[in-house]
């Protein structure tokens, strides 16, 4: 990874970090994905009151393990969580703004959920056996600061797998990413991994879900008074 910070943490089970030379995506095509998390997201209204920092954007794909085919799903339904993995916003049924397959980032997006499976994929973590078919989730999530990437903690999204893709931070100190391995003892704490920090475009992480917890801390305006967001991409693999 590019990042100062993270440049020399290696590999640890269930976790990888990543650039945008592995996942091959260009510089125009960042750009197509910034302008999408200007453009495209809305606030979410599921978070709590008074919670206004969370900006996002949806799309869903459909994903064929086996035959490597990726598709859009033109009108997918309401995202759900279970409260036991997301105790904040979970139990209910979530709609969020839809980015339309004929948007240009769809495309970007695409390559990136290719690059990431084909790593999945490699380490067994998909298995077109055990789960032939998977439906992805692509999540554009904006957080203003002062804001909580990640306000349920150290946590599981329930998912077979996912990965978190920097598209820019903009005048802010924190969002710290942190990687854990989870306790035998639920009364017990779980261990840390790694701790590192995604600060050029597209530095990433993917994480085995079934494997690892995994976290995002606060950020904060470096300078008050101007606009601060740290803008990631999220992407999620369940089975269909």
């Not at 990874?1 to 440049?7: G, L, N, T, W, Y």
């Not at 091959?24 to 960042?30: D, G, I, K, L, R």
């Not at 990433?204 to 494997?211: L, P, T």
Request: proline residues 10%; glycine residues 8%.
């Amino acid at each position: 990874m590019r990042s100062a910070d993270a440049r020399h943490v290696p590999d640890s089970p269930g976790s990888w970090l990543l650039t945008a030379t592995d996942l091959a995506v260009t510089p125009a095509e960042h750009g197509v994905l910034a302008a999408a998390f200007h453009a495209d997201t809305r606030l979410d209204t599921c978070m709590p009151p008074g919670d206004d920092y969370r900006h996002r954007a949806y799309q869903c794909f459909a994903l064929s393990v086996a035959e490597r085919d990726l598709r859009i799903v033109p009108d997918p339904p309401p995202y759900w969580q279970s409260t036991e993995v997301n105790p904040l916003v979970g139990g209910i049924e979530r709609r969020f703004a839809l980015i339309p397959g004929e948007h240009p980032a769809t495309a970007v997006v695409a390559k990136i959920i290719g690059g990431v499976a084909e790593l999945l994929r490699t380490a067994g973590v998909l298995d077109a056996r055990r789960t032939p078919r998977c439906l992805v989730d692509a999540h554009y999530i904006r957080i203003l600061a002062p804001g909580e990437p990640a306000p349920e903690g150290i946590h599981r999204d329930g998912l077979l797998a996912g990965s978190a893709h920097l598209i820019a931070r903009e005048n802010i100190t924190g969002g710290v990413s942190e990687i854990y391995d989870p306790p035998v003892d639920p009364a017990s704490q779980p261990k840390l991994l790694r701790r590192f920090t995604l600060t050029e475009p597209l530095d990433s992480y993917a994480f085995d879900d079934e494997r690892v917890l995994h976290y995002a801390g606060p950020i904060a305006a470096q300078a008050p008074g101007r606009t601060a967001y740290r803008d990631v991409l999220l992407i999620g693999f369940r089975p269909a």
